[in-house]
């Protein structure tokens, strides 16, 4: 491999390795290189090459030197271009790998001009994303409807044999017949409780839910994960949403998320905290400067917004995604799958009643998320309980400021979230009860001041929107609360139209869609991962085609202010203004400490060919003064370019396709889409920044 990419620089790039033979340094080779790329950038061949030019200066301003990286805390020593002299002088340094030097390679060829990427015409963007199909479509339906009858089959087994063993409220009468069962079972599907009480919970029992059809490899695989005791927890509902015929619809993006990755197994039980401002010391302020009230129940990076964990079943959530975000709060098992241990204690409403004086004494903060693990777990009495709370808060709030001067006025509670994954994992859970809580919260939300009343939800494949997702968003739409969707772009939900398909699929049914994540994390989130060069191509490609002016931002503003008929007029609006959908979301990676941001630029390469970025703070928004402080950040990316391509390839994409993910070596983050602009406060409020404290 290292030989055939050693070919390709001596048939393509003579020159460059020229400049390598002709160098008998490599301080020699940088000087020749530097000229070349001042010399391109003059001649200003093309804006590619000027772009590529600069971008070999900026790695060459790095090179032979060592930066901090931020994840790991560790020291990086930069020898990119070092790597390369030897390696086309024929005497690669140790442990240098092919992957490093086709991206070399790349970046050269587009530098020179000899390659040059194509358009990414509508066509191809229409033929990417019809291949993905939502669980709306009639094929996708039937061929779960069967899924749902086996597995009902193997639910009357597993209730016949609890009922000798164990007290539970899902038994069948005495002298039931099998149709009888089969009734009974089908009524309890509607019922959430049923699903968290039918959890399969072993690797055996996924595997036979699975129709026995999970391979040696991996059911070695997840014995491993069980023996780590990394958690099992999937719903019956949400594992009748898989495949299991060999060429039966691609599940990869859903089926990636309940089967672990090696890389998983092998890390867990040392996963250490990608966000350090999670690591709280009582007393002390978190990496962001914040002072927080003790027992890890609110987190907090921005000034304006804090999250709300409460202790209560919200720390669990209705199954373990493999790339969950949190899978170190699952490793300290802060986060768990054990619901009767997490009901509420006594303890925990006067714990509440501590956390809404943090919040009311916080002259920043306008925005709550409660979330976990999964708001929407909580039980509905315990989750009424917490947005009283919240709603008696903000009135208080309000009162409060009544008594204050102009400038010195704290903010009051402005937008109110939920967080939950349950409309994709259990969408019975949100039942009439839960709408009739949200509606009565709305109506005293607003006159407390509130404005934003937001379910953020995570569906992460257009295949999770069932006709039973679509029923409880259509639900939370009525109750006139809005529903944002962030989703983690995975290897297998990077892949050419996905993420563009699920946002049409969404904002069908009046979801808008808020954050496109980069998977983050180390080496557990390895086989996930897809680079930020392909997270800027699917930016600047797939998602470019839903762009919109301002007056249609306007136009799609008024659509959300006035709140009636969401889907139906979202609709409208997209076939009105020829958009596929409404590109609402932003592409970003949550970094250690500084927050959600997409600016960066690539200044090296490891040896491993992982590109190594310089990230900037996002500008676009507020920020915890010690920002000031921090300036930029170096983060090594998770894997090389080359074998993410390697994984999609596997997954069955013409690797052609992604051809321009080698030139996406920088970013900017976009603007805040105005939709989810923080209303005026009305008020001119003070300047003070409270539970703040400047550390060294
Ligand atoms: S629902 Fe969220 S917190 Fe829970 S496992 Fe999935 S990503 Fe993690």
Same mark, same amino acid.
């Given at each position: 491999?290292?030989?055939?990419?050693?070919? #390709?620089?001596?048939?393509?790039?003579?020159?460059?390795?020229?400049?390598?033979?002709?160098?008998?340094?490599?301080?020699?080779?940088?000087?020749?290189?530097?000229?070349?790329?001042?010399?391109?950038?003059?001649?200003?061949?093309?804006?590619?090459?000027?772009?590529?030019?600069?971008?070999?200066?900026?790695?060459?301003?790095?090179?032979?030197?060592?930066?901090?990286?931020?994840?790991?805390?560790?020291?990086?020593?930069? &020898?990119?271009?070092?790597?390369?002299?030897?390696?086309?002088?024929?005497?690669?340094?140790?442990?240098?790998?092919?992957?490093?030097?086709?991206?070399?390679?790349?970046?050269?060829?587009?530098?020179?001009?000899?390659?040059?990427?194509?358009?990414?015409?509508?066509?191809?963007? =229409?033929?990417?994303?019809?291949?993905?199909?939502?669980?709306?479509?009639?094929?996708?339906?039937?061929?779960?409807?069967?899924?749902?009858?086996?597995?009902?089959?193997?639910?009357?087994?597993?209730?016949?044999?609890?009922?000798?063993?164990?007290?539970?409220?899902?038994?069948?009468?005495?002298?039931?017949? @099998?149709?009888?069962?089969?009734? $009974?079972?089908?009524?309890?599907?509607?019922?959430?409780?049923? @699903?968290?009480?039918?959890?399969?919970?072993?690797?055996?029992?996924?595997?036979?839910?699975?129709?026995?059809?999970?391979?040696?490899?991996?059911?070695?695989?997840?014995?491993?994960?069980?023996?780590?005791?990394?958690?099992?927890?999937?719903?019956?509902?949400?594992?009748?949403?898989?495949?299991?015929?060999?060429?039966?619809?691609?599940?990869?993006?859903?089926?990636?998320? =309940?089967?672990?990755?090696?890389?998983?197994?092998?890390?867990?039980?040392?996963?250490?905290?990608?966000?350090?401002?999670?690591?709280?010391?009582?007393?002390?302020?978190?990496?962001?400067?914040?002072?927080?009230?003790?027992?890890?129940?609110?987190?907090?990076?921005?000034?304006?917004?804090?999250?709300?964990?409460?202790?209560?079943?919200?720390?669990?959530?209705?199954?373990?995604?493999?790339?969950?975000?949190?899978?170190?709060?699952?490793?300290?098992?802060?986060?768990?799958?054990?619901?009767?241990?997490?009901?509420?204690?006594?303890?925990?409403?006067?714990?509440?009643?501590?956390?809404?004086?943090?919040?009311?004494?916080?002259?920043?903060?306008?925005?709550?998320?409660?979330?976990?693990?999964?708001?929407?777990?909580?039980?509905?009495?315990?989750?009424?309980?917490?947005?009283?709370?919240?709603? #008696?808060?903000?009135?208080?709030?309000?009162?409060?400021?009544?008594?204050?001067?102009?400038?010195?006025?704290?903010?009051?509670?402005?937008?109110?979230?939920?967080?939950?994954?349950?409309?994709?994992?259990?969408?019975?859970?949100?039942?009439?009860?839960?709408?009739?809580?949200?509606?009565?919260?709305?109506? #005293?939300?607003?006159?407390?001041?509130?404005?934003?009343? =937001?379910?953020?939800?995570?569906?992460?494949?257009?295949?999770?929107?069932?006709?039973?997702?679509?029923?409880?968003?259509?639900?939370?739409?009525?109750?006139?609360?809005?529903?944002?969707?962030?989703? =983690?772009?995975?290897?297998?939900?990077?892949?050419?139209?996905?993420?563009?398909?699920?946002?049409?699929?969404?904002?069908?049914?009046?979801?808008?869609?808020?954050?496109?994540?980069?998977?983050?994390?180390?080496?557990?989130?390895?086989?996930?991962?897809?680079?930020?060069?392909?997270?800027?191509?699917?930016?600047?490609?797939?998602?470019?085609?839903?762009?919109?002016? &301002?007056? $249609?931002?306007?136009?799609?503003?008024?659509?959300?202010?006035?709140?009636?008929?969401?889907?139906?007029?979202?609709?409208?609006?997209?076939?009105?203004?020829?958009?596929?959908?409404?590109?609402?979301?932003?592409?970003?990676?949550?970094?250690?400490?500084?927050?959600?941001?997409?600016?960066?630029?690539?200044?090296?390469?490891?040896?491993?060919?992982?590109?190594?970025?310089?990230?900037? @703070?996002?500008?676009?928004?507020? @920020?915890?003064?010690?920002?000031?402080?921090?300036?930029?950040?170096?983060?090594?990316?998770?894997?090389?370019?080359?074998?993410?391509?390697?994984?999609?390839?596997?997954?069955?994409?013409?690797?052609?396709?992604?051809?321009?993910?080698?030139?996406?070596?920088?970013?900017?983050?976009?603007?805040?889409?105005?939709?989810?602009?923080?209303?005026?406060?009305?008020?001119?409020?003070?300047? &003070?920044?409270?539970?703040?404290?400047?550390?060294?």
């Amino acid at each position: 491999m290292a030989q055939y990419v050693l070919n #390709k620089f001596k048939k393509t790039l003579p020159v460059i390795v020229g400049m390598a033979m002709d160098s008998n340094t490599e301080e020699s080779f940088f000087d020749s290189l530097r000229k070349f790329a001042t010399d391109l950038i003059k001649n200003n061949i093309s804006d590619t090459s000027v772009k590529n030019a600069k971008l070999v200066l900026e790695m060459l301003e790095h090179e032979a030197k060592y930066i901090p990286e931020l994840s790991r805390g560790d020291k990086i020593y930069i &020898e990119t271009f070092s790597m390369l002299w030897n390696f086309l002088r024929g005497d690669p340094k140790q442990g240098t790998t092919p992957d490093l030097f086709e991206d070399l390679f790349q970046i050269l060829c587009r530098m020179t001009g000899v390659k040059k990427d194509g358009t990414y015409t509508e066509y191809k963007f =229409v033929k990417h994303m019809k291949r993905w199909p939502t669980g709306l479509e009639k094929e996708i339906r039937e061929k779960r409807a069967v899924r749902k009858d086996f597995i009902i089959g193997l639910l009357i087994k597993k209730i016949e044999k609890r009922s000798l063993s164990q007290a539970s409220r899902y038994q069948f009468e005495q002298g039931m017949d @099998h149709e009888q069962k089969k009734r $009974q079972v089908n009524e309890w599907w509607n019922d959430f409780r049923f @699903h968290l009480a039918m959890a399969i919970k072993t690797p055996a029992e996924l595997n036979l839910f699975m129709e026995e059809s999970l391979s040696t490899k991996t059911m070695k695989m997840l014995g491993r994960a069980r023996n780590k005791r990394i958690p099992f927890f999937i719903t019956p509902y949400y594992i009748s949403l898989l495949n299991t015929e060999p060429n039966g619809f691609d599940d990869q993006a859903i089926r990636s998320y =309940v089967l672990y990755t090696e890389s998983l197994v092998d890390t867990y039980g040392n996963i250490k905290a990608w966000e350090r401002e999670d690591l709280v010391v009582p007393g002390e302020p978190n990496a962001a400067g914040w002072l927080l009230p003790d027992g890890h129940n609110i987190h907090r990076r921005y000034p304006e917004v804090a999250i709300m964990i409460p202790d209560t079943r919200g720390r669990s959530c209705g199954g373990l995604c493999a790339s969950c975000q949190r899978m170190y709060d699952f490793q300290s098992e802060r986060l768990n799958f054990d619901l009767d241990a997490l009901k509420p204690q006594e303890s925990w409403e006067k714990k509440l009643s501590k956390l809404m004086d943090y919040f009311e004494s916080d002259s920043q903060i306008r925005d709550i998320l409660i979330t976990g693990g999964d708001a929407l777990m909580s039980r509905n009495r315990v989750l009424d309980k917490i947005l009283d709370a919240v709603l #008696k808060m903000a009135v208080r709030k309000k009162e409060a400021n009544m008594l204050k001067a102009e400038g010195q006025k704290y903010y009051e509670i402005q937008r109110v979230r939920l967080g939950s994954r349950l409309l994709a994992y259990l969408p019975m859970r949100i039942d009439n009860e839960l709408i009739d809580i949200l509606k009565r919260f709305k109506e #005293k939300g607003l006159k407390a001041g509130i404005r934003q009343f =937001v379910i953020q939800t995570h569906f992460q494949s257009p295949l999770e929107i069932t006709v039973e997702a679509r029923k409880c968003i259509e639900a939370i739409v009525s109750a006139g609360w809005t529903i944002s969707n962030q989703l =983690v772009f995975t290897a297998a939900a990077s892949r050419r139209g996905h993420t563009a398909k699920l946002r049409q699929a969404l904002n069908s049914l009046g979801v808008v869609t808020y954050y496109t994540f980069t998977v983050k994390g180390f080496e557990e989130n390895m086989e996930m991962f897809a680079p930020n060069s392909r997270s800027m191509q699917e930016q600047f490609e797939e998602k470019s085609f839903g762009k919109m002016n &301002e007056a $249609q931002q306007k136009e799609l503003n008024k659509i959300f202010r006035h709140g009636t008929d969401l889907a139906a007029s979202l609709n409208r609006f997209m076939k009105t203004n020829s958009l596929p959908f409404v590109p609402t979301d932003r592409n970003v990676l949550n970094l250690p400490a500084i927050g959600k941001s997409m600016t960066f630029q690539m200044v090296g390469i490891s040896k491993e060919g992982k590109r190594i970025l310089r990230f900037d @703070h996002d500008h676009t928004r507020e @920020h915890s003064p010690i920002i000031g402080k921090l300036g930029k950040v170096y983060i090594i990316e998770n894997r090389s370019v080359n074998s993410y391509l390697k994984e999609v390839e596997s997954m069955g994409e013409r690797k052609e396709d992604y051809s321009s993910i080698w030139d996406y070596t920088s970013g900017d983050t976009e603007q805040v889409f105005p939709l989810f602009n923080y209303p005026k406060p009305g008020f001119t409020p003070t300047k &003070e920044i409270t539970n703040y404290k400047e550390t060294d």
